[in-house]
């Protein structure tokens, strides 16, 4: 079920018309029942290894609670290995097993281990990493083991950020399932701009860009250097609004019932740095990594040496967490290569009496667009399909003998170019503080907020395409 469905607008119509009515210590089940529907929606079955996990951390959040010394350690590994298990499964195995044939090809044996015939279960990777964040969180004295099983499974379960984050943490998420949150129409109103803001995101801009950038990815050889470019810059456009529109509406549909999530993103395409980069896309991830693998393995607080290593295994996991391709491993080794370019050059710079250039505006400017040519760059390993693929938009990329092309409609394609210089305008008002995320009156006249917002509705439905999945489901 999507958000942008009319189906979902149904179902959330349903569900919160039902949550104000209820008493507070009820809601609960209520949110709990619908999730569970939301869920099977898209396929039914999968709620059997949704349930696995949940029953496996319950219990193991209790014991971990209880126990003390080498104990304590076993039992939280125990649980890691059930999730990591279950994403080693249904996300990996065939991964691995294609790499291990074409390993014994070289010297011409067969593999005998079957492959896997099964499909990815929708968000895996979301739920499992904040199930796991609970036991950790527990594990280390943060969070108090749940009792209830039914506000544990709610945690993992809740429908807003269930198929694609934000990754919360049971310190900021769980205590709120049993806190009264009473109807409050300004709130619901701030909540619904923040909801059509990403729903236009979606709709117009990202779905939009996906018919120019999907017929140069999925068939790069027809097409030349100047098209590349601009499937690769409707690309860049394309998995931001989807992503952030997603995140948009996740947070604003869960502020509807008076839930807080975490803020997933904060106009990353406008970083001055990688550093500054991974501090405003998918936040939510980011954190979970550098509090659950990057601070253990030792975080800045080692050696130069043993710091870029930790650099890389954080990046090149992050890249195999999105997907089971050679593609994610080379996006996230690109990104960690960015981090440590940009960590020497700083150093040098300082080293030869350079450091004063840092500070000036104009290098910062500078810098903001080579982060953006260096992050757009490496979504297209992102989305080739395979690295035979990437390499050959790569070799093409500057091969401007041929025309560009306007894909099936020079019309559609136009628009887009409008719409992605008008988030970008939009972007860097909300960068120099004039502008709230929704439009808030404080920063706009209320007349002014309300036409920007009927604009929108306009826009979605004229401008809306067809309800696509959004990206990141597939994680």
Known sequence: MLFNSFQFFAFFTIVSFLYFLLPYNKRWFLLLVSSCYFYMVFVPVYILILGFTIVIDYFAGIYIENAYGKRRKLLLLLSLIANIGVLAVFKYYNFLNTNLTILLQGIHYQNPIPYLSILLPIGLSFHTFQAMSYTIEVYRGHQKAERHFGIYSLYVMFFPQLVAGPIERPQNLIHQFREEHDFEFSRVISSLKLVIWGLFKKVVIADRLAVYSDGVFNNPHVHSGPTMVMATLFFTFQIYCDFSGYSDMAIGIARILGFKFMQNFRLPYLSHSINDFWKRWHISLSTWFGDYLYIPLGGNRVSVSRWLLNIYIVFLISGLWHGANWTFVIWGGLHATYYMLEFFGKTIMRYIGLAHILMTSWYKAFKMVLVFLMVSFAWIFFRAKNVND?????????????????????????????????????????????????????????????????????????LGMSSNAFIYFQF
């Open 390 to 462: 990437a390499f050959y938009i790569i070799q093409n990329l500057f091969d401007w003998s041929g025309k560009l092309w306007w894909g099936s409609s020079s019309v559609t394609s136009i628009i887009s170019l409008f719409l992605i210089l008008l988030l970008m305008v939009v972007q860097v008002f909300q960068y120099n503080g004039k502008l709230a995320i929704y439009f808030s009156p404080v920063k706009v006249s209320r007349p002014v907020s309300w036409m920007a917002y009927a604009a929108m509705l306009l826009g979605i439905s004229v």
